[in-house]
């Protein structure tokens, strides 16, 4: 089985994050980082050492780049909002001009548009899962804990690789989708005028 084949459909798992709008639904993420963990326990205590920092550094990277897509995902929510408002108030006008090819245009635009909206809106609020190393069972686990931790961050770093990659991809589709809804809104402006 190829790796193309074990992910999820994009579209499905967008509209599984819109739906994980509402309180208690999880939202799935692509399984894109699908190396798994190789032994360590033969390695030497420098290059444990090595690889728990790294995995720090991984782990720290990933919580960024988790807050700066739900930046952008905020952004995008706010630029939504204010196109569906111009949208809405350009109702009048395109009922007014009687063209059934303006209406449907304007209809793919308030659509796309809110599905970019709602998309966004996931994106900044859903669940972010993202491996961490839990010091309390750590401080339960028998020496050597070098070999311990960096078992664990080995493990870890791919739950925050998989939806760091899946944030971005639901981010990228909302704003397909907005930049859908607005090319569909000027379309709908443009068959009023002609």
Same mark, same amino acid.
């Given at each position: 089985?190829? &790796? &193309?084949?074990?992910? =999820?459909?994009?579209?499905?798992?967008?509209?599984?994050?819109? *739906?994980?709008? %509402?309180?208690?639904? #999880?939202?799935?993420?692509?399984?894109?980082?699908?190396?798994?963990?190789? /032994?360590? !326990?033969?390695?030497?205590?420098?290059?444990?050492?090595?690889? @728990?920092?790294e995995g720090r550094r991984q782990l720290d990277r990933q919580q960024s780049d988790l807050?700066?897509?739900?930046?952008?995902? &905020?952004?995008?929510?706010?630029?939504?909002?204010? +196109?569906?408002?111009?949208?809405? $108030?350009?109702?009048?006008?395109?009922?007014?001009?009687?063209?059934?090819?303006?209406?449907?245009? %304007?209809?793919?635009?308030?659509?796309?548009?809110?599905?970019?909206?709602?998309?966004?809106?996931?994106?900044? @609020?859903?669940?972010?899962? @993202?491996?961490?190393? /839990?010091?309390?069972?750590? !401080?339960? &686990?028998? =020496? =050597?804990?070098?070999?311990?931790?960096?078992?664990?961050?080995?493990?870890?770093? #791919?739950?925050?690789?998989?939806?760091?990659?899946?944030?971005?991809?639901? +981010? #990228?589709?909302?704003?397909?989708?907005?930049?859908?809804?607005?090319?569909?809104?000027?379309? $709908? %402006? *443009?068959?009023?005028?002609?």
């Amino acid at each position: 089985m190829t &790796q &193309q084949e074990r992910l =999820p459909s994009e579209a499905a798992v967008f509209l599984q994050y819109v *739906l994980g709008l %509402w309180p208690g639904r #999880r939202v799935p993420v692509f399984g894109v980082h699908s190396v798994e963990p190789g /032994d360590t !326990s033969n390695w030497p205590e420098v290059d444990l050492i090595v690889l @728990v920092e790294e995995g720090r550094r991984q782990l720290d990277r990933q919580q960024s780049d988790l807050e700066y897509i739900r930046g952008r995902a &905020q952004f995008l929510f706010t630029t939504a909002l204010g +196109l569906l408002v111009v949208i809405f $108030a350009s109702a009048a006008s395109i009922i007014a001009a009687l063209s059934i090819w303006a209406f449907i245009a %304007w209809f793919l635009g308030v659509f796309s548009t809110t599905l970019g909206l709602l998309g966004a809106a996931a994106v900044t @609020v859903a669940r972010k899962e @993202v491996g961490m190393i /839990d010091s309390t069972r750590l !401080s339960r &686990q028998q =020496p =050597p804990i070098h070999q311990v931790l960096a078992a664990a961050y080995a493990r870890t770093v #791919r739950i925050g690789e998989n939806t760091v990659a899946t944030h971005v991809t639901v +981010l #990228r589709d909302a704003v397909l989708l907005v930049i859908v809804g607005a090319v569909a809104h000027a379309a $709908a %402006w *443009l068959f009023t005028v002609l």
